[in-house]
């Protein structure tokens, strides 16, 4: 639990100082490289998979303001916003120079995902549990996001526990994803497709971790919100920030598909009180290693690569 916690403590220094300890590129010149995502194999009857959930906005509720932006996403990557998965937006392997060329600027430029990518590429979700082979990315959680919560009353609240309630029985992911090399897309791979990390503690930052089983209609689960500087407390006007993420029960099937509202318990000298979220209501959906091949780009297709020949530095992911 601690790493988790020191690794969002790393994560939210990058996002608010915005540097780094290293660089993509060994040109200063250069454009950072994202962290490159799984390529989705769709079934015969579809185009794509699990689309991400959507952004939220800004909202009220008892005396806190809580803004999540991107709410939670699978997999979730607090260090290389945006989460989740770009996906071939068809069913093939081969593409024209045109519009390879079209994906390398989509994903060389950190796209977003409230921008439009290329007609071949779309956003889906999907995480896993078990690592990947080729996959190198140890921040990345298979679901998760942060949420920021501003007391806006005037009396201290603290928040001891976070938890979701489902809202309707999970199902199986029955869908497979082609991870690309990425490194492969450029004719002259760049020699380093990792960017260094780095940070510093804050007691501004908090962690939960959320244990999903086979969860039935209306079951509500809660967790506690963890931090080495104690209870979470909020005084007036201050601000936190709680990273969530998303794990599966021993026994549990490793590919589920959750429907959530996350719920907030919060303690004042009024009592106990627990807040639905019905703003943050996401899909939450978990991926099978087995469901992901990777792909590298021979010309102007992308070929399978050999599982046995892949090692956890390549950048498939």
């Given at each position: 639990m601690v790493t988790k916690i020191l690794r969002r403590i790393c994560a939210l220094f990058l996002l608010f100082q915005l540097t780094s300890c290293g660089n993509v590129s060994s040109s200063a010149n250069s454009v950072p490289l994202p962290t490159p995502r799984a390529i989705l194999s769709p079934l015969p009857d579809t185009s794509a998979g699990p689309p991400l959930n959507k952004p939220v906005s800004p909202f009220d509720i008892a005396g806190l303001h809580i803004q999540a932006d991107g709410g939670f996403q699978c997999p979730n990557d607090p260090l290389y916003p945006p989460t989740g998965n770009i996906v071939l937006a068809e069913n093939r392997l081969t593409y024209t120079q045109q519009e390879i060329t079209q994906m390398i600027s989509y994903v060389a430029g950190t796209p977003?995902?409230?921008?439009?990518?290329?007609?071949?590429?779309?956003?889906?979700?999907?995480?896993?549990?078990?690592?990947?082979?080729?996959?190198?990315?140890?921040?990345?959680?298979?679901?998760?996001?942060?949420?920021?919560?501003?007391?806006?009353?005037?009396?201290?609240?603290?928040?001891?526990?976070?938890?979701?309630?489902?809202?309707?029985?999970?199902?199986?992911?029955?869908?497979?994803?082609?991870?690309?090399?990425f490194c492969s897309?450029?004719?002259?791979?760049?020699?380093?497709?990792?960017?260094?990390?780095?940070?510093?503690?804050?007691c501004n930052i908090y962690s939960a971790t959320i244990e999903l089983g086979m969860g039935r209609t209306g079951l509500a689960l809660a967790t506690p919100v963890n931090n080495p500087c104690g209870?979470?407390?909020?005084?007036?006007?201050?601000?936190?920030?709680?990273?969530?993420?998303?794990?599966?029960?021993?026994?549990?099937?490793?590919?589920?598909?959750?429907?959530?509202?996350?719920?907030?318990?919060?303690?004042?000298?009024?009592?106990?009180?627990?807040?639905?979220?019905?703003?943050?209501?996401?899909?939450?959906?978990?991926?099978?290693?087995?469901?992901?091949?990777?792909?590298?780009?021979?010309g102007t297709t992308f070929v399978l690569e050999d599982p046995s020949t892949l090692t956890y530095l390549l950048s498939c992911q």
């Open positions: 977003k995902q409230n921008t439009l990518p290329p007609p071949t590429l779309r956003w889906v979700a999907g995480g896993s549990i078990t690592p990947i082979p080729g996959e190198y990315d140890t921040a990345t959680v298979p679901c998760g996001g942060w949420i920021d919560v501003t007391n806006t009353g005037n009396i201290s609240v603290q928040i001891p526990q976070i938890g979701v309630q489902f809202t309707k029985s999970p199902i199986q992911n029955p869908y497979s994803y082609r991870l690309i090399n897309l450029w004719s002259s791979p760049e020699p380093n497709c990792l960017a260094g990390k780095g940070g510093n503690p804050t209870m979470l407390t909020l005084k007036p006007t201050a601000l936190v920030r709680i990273f969530v993420d998303f794990t599966l029960s021993p026994g549990t099937s490793d590919n589920p598909i959750y429907s959530v509202v996350p719920e907030l318990t919060i303690d004042t000298i009024s009592g106990k009180e627990v807040l639905s979220l019905p703003q943050l209501a996401s899909k939450l959906v978990f991926a099978s290693s087995q469901q992901f091949s990777c792909y590298k780009l021979q």
